[in-house]
C-alpha cells in the first residue's frame, strides 16, 4: 500500500461543495484508476488513465472528473458533492493491461 | 460486456476446514481473472491470477484457485483456514481482448473463520 497513497483517508463535506481527492504513487506505472466501494455492490470504475495524455471515463462517471497531472499523480474532483457519493474511494496502478492492479488505502468520503 | 458473480456474500469456515470461495464469470474472448483480500480499513491486496497455462494457479498465504473454463468458474481455495483469513474477498475478471483492458469486479464475499 505504500507505493501508492491517498489523501485525504477521511474527509466528510457537505451537499454542493468541490472536493479534490488524489492519489501519488511510487511504482512508475504509466495506468491508473479510480474505483468508488458501496456496499453490496462492489467496486466500480469511475475514471482511468493509461498515460498523461489519456483519460477515459468508466462505469460511472458522472458528477466525477479527473485530472492526471503527472505520471505518479491522478486526481479526482466532486464538482458538486451530494450524499450519494458518500462511499469509500480507492485509486489504484497498474503497469500493463493485463497485470496487477495496485490499490491505495482509500480514501473514506462523507457527503451529508 | 463482461461479467462477474460472486454468489455468496457471507462464507463460515471453522479454523483448520478447507475454504472455497465461490466465483463465474462471462467474457466475450478468453478471461485473464484475478482475486483481491480485502481487510478491515484497508485497500485491496492481490492474491493471484489466471492469465494463461496451468488452471491451478497458486498465490498468497496459501490461497489456490482453478480455472475451469467450462464451468466458466474460478473458486478460491485453501486446504486449512486460518482465523486471520477472515476479510473480504473480491473476485475480477477482464477481457484478454486488447483494448478492453478494464476490470470488472464482483460485489465480494465476506469470508468469517470461526476459531
Known amino acids: 500500500d505504500a507505493d501508492v497513497t491517498q489523501t485525504p483517508r477521511n474527509r466528510i463535506t457537505k451537499t454542493g461543495k468541490r472536493i479534490m481527492l488524489e492519489c501519488s504513487q511510487t511504482k512508475g506505472h504509466d495506468r491508473m484508476y479510480w474505483y468508488r466501494q458501496d456496499p453490496g455492490l462492489g467496486l466500480r470504475l469511475i475514471y482511468y488513465?493509461?498515460?498523461?495524455?489519456?483519460?477515459n471515463k468508466g462505469e460511472i462517471s458522472d458528477g466525477y472528473s479527473v485530472s492526471r497531472q503527472a505520471q505518479a499523480k491522478f486526481s479526482l474532483s466532486l464538482e458538486s458533492a451530494i450524499p450519494n457519493q458518500t462511499a469509500l474511494y480507492f485509486c489504484?496502478?497498474?503497469?500493463?493491461?493485463?497485470?496487477?492492479?495496485?490499490f491505495g488505502p482509500g480514501t473514506r468520503l462523507t457527503v451529508l | 460486456a463482461q461479467s462477474v458473480a460472486q454468489p455468496e456474500d457471507q462464507v463460515n469456515v471453522a479454523e483448520g476446514n478447507p475454504l472455497t470461495v465461490k466465483c463465474t464469470y462471462s467474457?466475450?474472448?478468453?478471461?485473464?481473472l484475478f482475486w483481491y483480500v480485502q481487510y478491515p480499513n484497508r485497500g485491496l491486496q492481490f492474491l493471484l491470477k489466471y492469465i494463461t497455462g496451468d488452471n491451478l494457479v497458486k498465490g498468497s498465504y496459501g490461497f489456490e484457485a482453478e480455472f475451469n473454463k467450462s464451468q466458466t468458474s474460478f473458486h478460491l481455495k485453501k486446504p486449512s483456514a486460518l482465523v486471520s483469513d477472515s476479510a473480504l474477498y473480491f473476485c475480477?475478471?477482464?477481457?484478454?481482448?486488447?483494448?478492453?483492458?478494464?476490470?470488472?469486479f464482483g460485489t465480494g464475499t465476506r469470508l468469517t473463520i470461526i476459531p
Open positions: 467474457v466475450s474472448g478468453n478471461p485473464y
Open positions: 475480477a475478471v477482464r477481457d484478454s481482448n486488447f483494448g478492453n483492458e478494464k476490470l470488472t
Open positions: 488513465s493509461f498515460d498523461v495524455k489519456d483519460i
Open positions: 489504484a496502478t497498474s503497469d500493463f493491461g493485463y497485470d496487477t492492479q495496485y
